[in-house]
């Protein structure tokens, strides 16, 4: 089985692209991907487009934006993992370069969210399990982590000042981040007193609606010793798990088991422990998700999450930085765009370019956590240097 690595990246700037088609958003990222990687669109084997696609006017984009791009005749497939459509496509690529089909290939996560209204938006991704929840009682998105919120709250004391200083670190790294939908600080009381989504959901709890892409070329450890790339970033693991479509039908709702399973799985794959991660990227939809992340990915034990952000320990300084690109919550989280993005600036740090952002590191690992839905789809990839 092959190792696989990570030589090129790009990312678009994510917010309310009405300047860029869907393709055009593509092409940005796709660009700086190949640029960075020193190739052309000739190198590549296969192109694998990461998208949720049910915003747009295009119900079938993959061949757009492959012919868009320069890869008409590299894009078999266009993969769908909710919210983890990103990773999942770096999952695809990654195993078809592992198990020798291809030795080259770009993962690009797409998508174009604005092109409707917010009701109509918030409608679509509530009608994720919809014959019995979305119909029967309109569960949204933010319907759904309030109820996980709500549960936290109880049974671990989890606080709403805490679920506001999650919003105060992402704002405060996408201020810093040039590619971030939202880049403006805030602080916890304006957190606390913006408007109520879902109690205990605010509009400061939770991430916008946004367009955007990201990509990721990879290829095989021959192939970087023939491109002479010095100092490449390795994917030493990529976890999975899965749950239930319908929340009824889950043990816990202070959790996302889920991410239990793929954390776990990603660890054992790479032989580290949690407490070896420098840098993690974690899937902040709503703030209430971060919090939750710290303990299901192992950063601290169950129910201290709030403690870790009050101690201040996922800031860069702390015990785990997270979400240093502004996360989610202030980058944007353009769904199919999402895993990408994460892998985008987890390659950075570990380059040592993220410039005002940059964590030290010292074991030079890193973590990617990208949910689909409320835990149906999960990914964990680790990066290493």
Same mark, same amino acid.
Request: charged share 20%; glycine share 10%.
């Given at each position: 089985?092959?190792?696989?690595?990570?030589?090129? =990246?790009?990312?678009?700037?994510?917010?309310?692209?009405? @300047?860029?088609? &869907?393709?055009?958003?593509?092409?940005?990222?796709?660009?700086?991907?190949? %640029?960075?990687?020193?190739?052309?669109?000739?190198?590549?084997?296969?192109?694998?487009?990461?998208? =949720?696609?049910?915003?747009?006017? @295009?119900?079938?984009?993959?061949?757009?934006?492959?012919?868009?791009? !320069?890869?008409?005749?590299?894009?078999?497939?266009?993969?769908?993992?909710?919210?983890?459509?990103?990773?999942?496509?770096?999952?695809?690529? &990654?195993?078809?370069?592992?198990?020798? $089909?291809?030795?080259?290939?770009?993962?690009?996560?797409?998508?174009?969210?604005?092109?409707? @209204?917010?009701?109509?938006?918030?409608?679509?991704?509530?009608?994720?399990?919809?014959?019995?929840?979305?119909?029967?009682?309109?569960?949204?998105?933010?319907?759904?982590?309030?109820?996980?919120?709500?549960?936290?709250?109880?049974?671990?004391? #989890?606080?709403?000042?805490?679920?506001?200083?999650?919003?105060?670190?992402?704002?405060?790294?996408?201020?810093?981040?040039?590619?971030?939908? $939202?880049?403006?600080?805030?602080?916890?009381?304006?957190?606390?007193?913006?408007?109520?989504?879902?109690?205990?959901?605010?509009?400061?709890?939770?991430?916008?609606?946004?367009?955007?892409?990201?990509?990721?070329?990879?290829?095989? %450890?021959?192939?970087?010793?023939?491109?002479?790339?010095?100092?490449?970033?390795?994917?030493?693991?990529?976890?999975? !798990?899965? @749950?239930?479509?319908?929340?009824?039908?889950?043990?816990?709702?202070?959790?996302?088991?889920?991410?239990?399973?793929?954390?776990?799985?990603? &660890?054992?794959?790479?032989?580290?422990?949690?407490?070896?991660?420098? =840098?993690?990227?974690?899937?902040?939809?709503?703030?209430?998700? %971060?919090?939750?992340?710290?303990?299901?990915?192992?950063?601290?034990?169950? !129910?201290?999450?709030?403690?870790?952000?009050?101690?201040?320990? #996922?800031?860069?300084?702390?015990?785990?930085?997270?979400?240093?690109?502004?996360?989610?919550?202030?980058?944007?989280?353009?769904?199919?765009? #999402?895993?990408?993005?994460?892998?985008?600036?987890?390659?950075?740090?570990? *380059?040592?370019?993220?410039?005002? *952002?940059?964590?030290?590191?010292?074991? &030079?690992?890193?973590?990617?956590?990208?949910?689909?839905?409320?835990?149906?789809?999960?990914?964990?990839?680790?990066? !290493?240097?």
């Amino acid at each position: 089985m092959k190792r696989v690595a990570i030589i090129g =990246v790009g990312h678009s700037k994510f917010g309310v692209r009405a @300047d860029a088609t &869907y393709c055009e958003l593509a092409f940005e990222a796709v660009k700086e991907a190949i %640029e960075d990687a020193g190739i052309t669109q000739k190198d590549i084997d296969l192109s694998v487009v990461g998208s =949720v696609g049910n915003r747009l006017y @295009d119900m079938y984009p993959a061949p757009s934006v492959n012919e868009y791009v !320069g890869l008409t005749f590299k894009g078999p497939l266009r993969v769908e993992a909710a919210c983890a459509s990103g990773s999942a496509a770096i999952f695809t690529a &990654y195993n078809a370069i592992k198990s020798g $089909f291809a030795e080259t290939a770009i993962a690009i996560g797409v998508e174009k969210m604005c092109e409707v @209204d917010t009701p109509t938006s918030t409608a679509i991704g509530g009608r994720g399990c919809y014959l019995w929840e979305f119909h029967m009682f309109g569960t949204s998105f933010a319907a759904y982590y309030a109820l996980f919120a709500t549960a936290h709250m109880t049974k671990y004391g #989890t606080k709403e000042e805490q679920l506001a200083k999650v919003a105060v670190k992402n704002h405060y790294y996408g201020a810093r981040n040039p590619k971030a939908h $939202f880049q403006r600080e805030i602080n916890v009381e304006q957190a606390l007193k913006s408007r109520v989504i879902c109690w205990p959901l605010k509009l400061y709890d939770c991430c916008p609606i946004s367009d955007g892409a990201a990509a990721i070329i990879l290829a095989s %450890e021959e192939k970087v010793k023939e491109l002479k790339i010095q100092d490449p970033i390795w994917i030493l693991a990529i976890g999975y !798990g899965s @749950d239930t479509g319908n929340l009824t039908r889950r043990e816990d709702y202070t959790s996302i088991k889920s991410t239990r399973i793929a954390s776990q799985m990603a &660890y054992k794959m790479a032989k580290i422990n949690p407490e070896d991660i420098d =840098v993690a990227e974690v899937h902040d939809c709503f703030t209430i998700a %971060e919090i939750m992340a710290y303990e299901d990915l192992g950063f601290c034990k169950k !129910g201290e999450g709030g403690k870790l952000i009050d101690e201040g320990q #996922t800031w860069i300084g702390g015990k785990i930085p997270v979400n240093v690109d502004g996360g989610l919550k202030a980058k944007g989280h353009p769904l199919g765009a #999402t895993g990408c993005s994460m892998i985008y600036e987890l390659t950075k740090q570990l *380059r040592n370019e993220a410039g005002n *952002r940059q964590v030290p590191l010292k074991k &030079y690992l890193a973590l990617a956590h990208n949910v689909g839905m409320t835990g149906q789809y999960c990914y964990v990839t680790i990066l !290493g240097r």
